[in-house]
């Protein structure tokens, strides 16, 4: 079976993808290949309102099998992809089938960091996929006691729904404080506080040693020494780019699959979109790999563009968000290398914003509660704007008028 474009990987990259070829036009035969028994779906919704029971299953597809099936999109559901050859063009699928293809796109997404343990996998949890997350549901449903490991984004938003059904709940984090790797210390004060207000305990510093089974709960060995006795253990220790199939076919690969603006890796039959990939980025005049949903739909756009022969190149500010509790924080940009940082507005109302700058210039904002200051924020980094802390963070200048001087 001879087909024009070949996605694995169906997610939202890949997922994307396909709908974007068709959203431009594109005519050519499109099969989207996925491990997972689900058509592609958003993935955020599994540690916020899916996990807390406030969303249906349907809602959290991009689109409905009718959508696949009136586009002609080929969705072949359940099948890993093993490999594929770059010369004679073929997909080498897990039930022996072999698919050719004329454009191939790696949506692959990112595996789960895995922390090794000696116990058994009951009550033991990770969250990356529907399945994950109704298992997870279910335990936050039986049990009185859980411990979350790394106080990421992933681990406090699970944090925020269990604290609601009155569950125990401890968090242990190897850094010294959450969310270190996005945020500046005074949000990360902000967000342990109010987690601490709602109940949930921390233990900073300390990596976990091992987790043994105690009959039907486990315990967990930490590396200060401590044992922490609990039913279920929930664990988000971050992700790495699933480049598995790309090196074992020879494309370049740098902290990601590496591709150009237009998402072309280094075979130009080849594409890659969304967490797997490392791409230029002319804002921040660096190669980015990012793990978020505008990431993965922006550049599906642009690797679709490409294939149907236009091109818009991917270069935007990226950004991101978290619903904790009644927060929502909304980050753009990369706050790496801030050399100052401006509060702005007052954090006891829960709605203020935060610049980061680097040489003057505002490389980031996390915005709490304050859906208008992000995106003006947004656009003052697009811009390169440099503006005076001073006037940042004086609640009365507007951001808007500012963005008009640009
Ligand atoms: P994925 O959506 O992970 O898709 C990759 C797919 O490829 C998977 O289905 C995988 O099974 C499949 N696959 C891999 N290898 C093969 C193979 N060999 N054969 C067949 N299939 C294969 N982002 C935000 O911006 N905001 C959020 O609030 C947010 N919250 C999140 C909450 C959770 C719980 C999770 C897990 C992620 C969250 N993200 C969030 C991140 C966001 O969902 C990802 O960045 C996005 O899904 C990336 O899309 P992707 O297509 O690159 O990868």
Redesign the pocket.
């Known amino acids: 079976m001879r087909n024009d474009v070949v996605i694995?990987?169906?997610?939202?990259?890949?997922?994307?993808t396909a709908i974007s070829l068709r959203q431009q036009n594109y005519h050519g035969l499109i099969t989207l290949?996925?491990?997972?028994s689900?058509l592609?779906?958003?993935?955020?919704?599994?540690?916020?309102g899916f996990l807390a029971g406030e969303i249906e299953q349907e809602r959290l597809y991009l689109k409905k099998q009718s959508y696949f099936e009136k586009h002609n999109i080929h969705v072949i559901k359940d099948?890993?992809?093993?490999g594929f050859d770059r010369d004679s063009k073929k997909v080498f699928?897990?039930d022996r089938k072999q698919i050719e293809y004329g454009k191939l796109v790696l949506?692959?997404?990112?595996i789960l960091n895995k922390i090794k343990t000696s116990c058994r996998k009951t009550n033991l949890y990770y969250?990356?996929?529907i399945t994950?997350?109704l298992k997870i549901q279910q335990s936050l449903k039986d049990k009185n006691k859980i411990t979350i490991i790394g106080a990421g984004?992933?681990g406090l938003?699970i944090a925020s729904i269990a604290a609601r059904k009155n569950i125990n709940i401890t968090i242990i984090e190897m850094e010294d404080r959450v969310m270190s790797r996005v945020i500046c210390p005074v949000v990360s004060d902000f967000f342990q506080k109010k987690h601490e207000t709602e109940g949930v305990k921390f233990k900073f510093n300390v990596s976990v040693v091992d987790i043994e089974d105690n009959h039907n709960q486990k315990k967990i060995k930490c590396s200060d020494g401590t044992v922490i006795d609990t039913d279920a253990v929930i664990i988000?220790v971050g992700?790495k780019p699933?480049v598995?199939?790309a090196i074992n076919s020879g494309l370049v690969c740098e902290d990601g699959i590496s591709v150009d603006e237009n998402g072309q890796t280094s075979d130009e039959s080849i594409f890659a979109?969304?967490?797997?990939?490392s791409h230029p980025n002319n804002i921040y005049q660096k190669r980015l790999r990012?793990?978020?949903?505008?990431?993965?739909v922006e550049q599906?756009k642009s690797v679709a563009a490409c294939i149907n022969g236009e091109k818009k190149p991917y270069h935007q500010v990226p950004?991101?968000?978290?619903?904790q509790y009644n927060l929502k924080l909304q980050i753009a940009g990369m706050s790496q290398n801030y050399d100052q940082y401006i509060v702005r507005g007052n954090m006891e109302e829960e709605k203020f914003t935060v610049f980061y700058l680097q040489n003057k210039k505002i490389i980031a904002v996390d915005t709490i509660n304050n859906l208008k200051e992000f995106f003006n924020g947004k656009k003052l980094i697009a811009l390169g704007a440099e503006i005076s802390p001073e006037v940042l963070q004086n609640k009365d200048a507007n951001l808007k008028e500012l963005i008009k001087q640009y």
């Open positions: 694995i990987g169906a997610g939202h990259a890949g997922g994307m290949i996925g491990e997972e689900y592609p779906y958003q993935r955020p919704p599994l540690s916020k099948r890993e992809v093993l699928l897990n949506a692959t997404g990112s969250l990356r996929t994950d997350a984004y992933i938003e988000g992700i699933n598995e199939l979109a969304g967490d797997c990939t990012l793990e978020s949903v505008h990431n993965a599906a950004w991101f968000w978290s619903d």
